[in-house]
């Protein structure tokens, strides 16, 4: 069980409060196009206005390559959040993230104050987790909060080299979030615990399968993946995506799975297609069945209905990756059918960052769900039951 101390257990009144936030928004000709990380990034702040701590934000925004890039200053997140604020966010400008610019802005600073500072991967050393740029960061704060999930995976100066120079490292409430529904939740679920894997790869899920494999009682696997678990059984696959290195670990995974007692389904059913394209002639045709020169581009109907069967009575559904190629309309339909199940199960839902999360806001289901993971790196890793370095540097309740 993962039991982090989080902004709650804290008193910051008066305390000069270093918060690292995912401020790693999308920029075109410096205009914010998507604000999502922004808005969610404000209970913790608000929470911390109201207790009177001298609020200083940080954050990372693309990928600067340790030098100052105007294009990737954080100085329009500023102005932004100043207006979702109704407070002013002052931009503490520095090409040095800490250096007597930020100084002298934080020397200025009063209670229930906030400023951000300049991008942290305007320093080489922030991806580096090196010493130097750790110290700099803790000198400016008394406690630090970090609420960034989407760099939790890495081990940086603004996330963990900075806790160990200062007393009080705490989480904020997104991260929290994150520690409850990937960390606790599938660590300790309640049972029947289900889980949905889809995507392209079986490589890329290797780790998350084993995991999920000690934990579930039914295992979904869709998407590109399947068709490598389909020609392990002697399935035909045509031209579907396959990774022939791969065959023998499918195998033995359906092997383990029976050894273990947990429910492995597969698609019984295909969505296939003449082409990589919208456009391409589509059949539906039986699982194994798929005929040369074609390939299975999303579940079928008879898939669709067996998985979301399986997820009506759980008591905890977690996702990650698309059942097929659901960029394109007509291949989005297995997707739609398993987020539109999970939108209807009173199970707790978990989706997992990145394409998954994606889909199911794209699909008008967000709203539907328990939790959708804001990390995707981040989110699969905490699948994987992996130690991340963000939540482990916070302190213990
Ligand atoms: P991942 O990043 O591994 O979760 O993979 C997500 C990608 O898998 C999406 O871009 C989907 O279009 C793709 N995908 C899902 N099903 C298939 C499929 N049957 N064939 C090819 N690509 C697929």
């Given at each position: 069980m993962l039991n982090k101390k989080s902004v709650d257990d804290i008193n910051v009144k008066g305390k000069r409060v270093l918060v690292r936030c995912d401020f790693n928004v999308p920029l075109i000709d410096g205009k914010i196009t998507d604000e999502n990380r922004l808005v969610a990034a404000l209970p913790t702040i608000k929470k911390l206005i109201a207790d009177g701590g001298k609020v200083i934000?940080?954050?990372?925004?693309?990928?600067?390559?340790?030098?100052?890039?105007?294009?990737?200053?954080?100085?329009?997140?500023?102005?932004?959040?100043?207006?979702?604020?109704?407070?002013?966010?002052?931009?503490?400008?520095?090409?040095?993230?800490?250096g007597a610019n930020a100084k002298a802005a934080v020397e200025e600073m009063e209670d229930g104050d906030v400023i951000l500072l300049e991008n942290t991967r305007y320093r080489a050393e922030e991806t580096k987790n090196g010493e130097e740029f750790s110290k700099e960061l803790a000198s400016l704060c008394d406690v630090f909060v970090n609420d960034a999930f989407g760099t939790a995976h890495r081990a940086h100066c603004s996330n963990v080299g900075v806790t160990k120079y200062v007393d009080t490292a705490v989480v904020g409430y997104l991260m929290q979030k994150e520690i409850d529904f990937l960390g606790n939740a599938v660590n300790n679920p309640e049972r029947p615990f289900v889980a949905i894997l889809g995507g392209a790869k079986v490589s890329s899920k290797i780790s998350v399968i084993e995991n999920l494999l000690d934990k579930v009682d039914t295992l979904i696997?869709?998407?590109?993946?399947?068709?490598?678990?389909?020609?392990?059984?002697?399935?035909?696959?045509?031209?579907?995506?396959?990774?022939?290195?791969?065959?023998?670990?499918?195998?033995?995974?359906?092997?383990?799975?029976?050894?273990?007692?947990?429910?492995?389904?597969?698609?019984?059913?295909?969505?296939?297609?003449?082409?990589?394209?919208?456009?391409?002639?589509?059949?539906?045709?039986?699982?194994g069945e798929i005929p040369d020169g074609w390939e299975g581009l999303d579940i079928g109907p008879k898939t669709a209905e067996l998985f979301a069967d399986a997820v009506k009575d759980a008591k905890t559904v977690v996702w990650n990756g698309p059942m097929g190629c659901f960029e394109m309309p007509n291949f989005a339909h297995g997707t739609e059918a398993v987020a539109k199940a999970l939108a209807d199960t009173d199970a707790v839902t978990i989706i997992g960052g990145g394409d998954s999360a994606a889909a199911v806001n794209q699909l008008g289901y967000g709203d539907k769900m328990t939790h959708i993971s804001t990390g995707g790196g981040a989110s699969l890793e905490f699948l994987e039951g992996k130690e991340l370095p963000g939540v482990a540097a916070a302190n213990d309740k």
């Open positions: 934000l940080c954050s990372h925004l693309g990928k600067p390559k340790g030098e100052p890039k105007p294009e990737l200053s954080l100085a329009p997140v500023a102005k932004r959040l100043s207006e979702l604020l109704d407070q002013e966010v002052k931009f503490a400008a520095d090409p040095e993230v800490v696997i869709g998407g590109g993946m399947a068709y490598t678990f389909s020609k392990a059984t002697g399935g035909k696959i045509g031209i579907s995506l396959c990774e022939d290195d791969y065959l023998e670990y499918a195998a033995n995974m359906l092997e383990k799975a029976k050894e273990k007692g947990v429910k492995l389904l597969l698609p019984v059913d295909h969505v296939i297609g003449d082409a990589f394209s919208n456009d391409a002639n589509i059949q539906v045709v039986a699982s």
